[in-house]
T-cell receptor, first 107, second 115 residues
Framework: QKEVEQNSGPLSVPEGAIASLNCTYS??????FFWYRQYSGKSPELIMF????GDKEDGRFTAQLNKASQYVSLLIRDSQPSDSATYLC???????FGRGTSLIVHP | DTAVSQTPKYLVTQMGNDKSIKCEQN?????MYWYKQDSKKFLKIMFS???????INETVPNRFSPKSPDKAHLNLHINSLELGDSAVYFC??????????????FGEGSRLTVL
């Protein structure tokens, strides 16, 4: 069974801090990795995707992938209260999702 | 103009009833999905269709029957509803061709409550 693991949280960080969200996956052959954000009562929306080992930056967001360790993370710099949401890690082209990490950014 | 639309957004029904949820996408995508999100927010794939053909059928009771009349539509029919079917059902689509990112575009979700 292909599994994607995330700490459910909540992860609480002060405004302006760096939030670090982590995800591990079981399928060593996985090729594509996604981070989605889901606000309460809304549908998930894509924040980042990453295919290659290393870092990928987009504005305040950085995705990091280490295929050898089967680990993918999302860093959010200068966290804002509007970043408070559940962050879902998804793996593979037909995505398997983790259970999500709830992030709370407090003023 | 909504990219992925689902109807209805809310269903409240009694155990044992049959219900359907419709989904349409106007993005021209090849692949459509049904995901179930339970009360703990776990988003689990149920079905995936590519150009009207079923490509993924996860361990889902056969009370759930998807139908794809064309590649822009994927409907979900549920027979003999049970309490455990209460959840939010998300339809999604993606482009399966080589240069696509694989991003899923989700509908707004259909919240099913079985009493």
């Amino acid at each position: 069974q292909k599994e994607v693991e995330q700490n459910s949280g909540p992860l609480s960080v002060p405004e302006g801090a760096i939030a670090s969200l982590n995800c591990t996956y079981s399928d060593r052959g996985s090729q594509s990795f996604f981070w989605y954000r889901q606000y309460s009562g809304k549908s998930p929306e894509l924040i980042m995707f990453i295919y290659s080992n290393g870092d990928k930056e987009d504005g305040r967001f950085t995705a990091q992938l280490n295929k050898a360790s089967q680990y993918v993370s999302l860093l959010i710099r200068d966290s804002q209260p509007s970043d408070s949401a559940t962050y879902l890690c998804a793996v593979n082209y037909i995505p398997t999702f983790g259970r999500g990490t709830s992030l709370i950014v407090h003023p | 103009d909504t990219a992925v639309s689902q109807t209805p957004k809310y269903l409240v029904t009694q155990m044992g009833n049959d219900k359907s949820i419709k989904c349409e996408q106007n993005l021209g995508h090849d692949t459509m999905y049904w995901y179930k999100q339970d009360s703990k927010k776990f988003l689990k794939i149920m079905f995936s269709y590519n150009n009207k053909e079923l490509i993924i059928n996860e361990t889902v009771p056969n009370r759930f029957s998807p139908k794809s009349p064309d590649k822009a539509h994927l409907n979900l029919h549920i027979n003999s509803l049970e309490l455990g079917d209460s959840a939010v059902y998300f339809c999604a689509s993606s482009q399966a061709s080589g240069t696509a990112t694989g991003e899923l575009f989700f509908g707004e979700g259909s919240r099913l409550t079985v009493l």
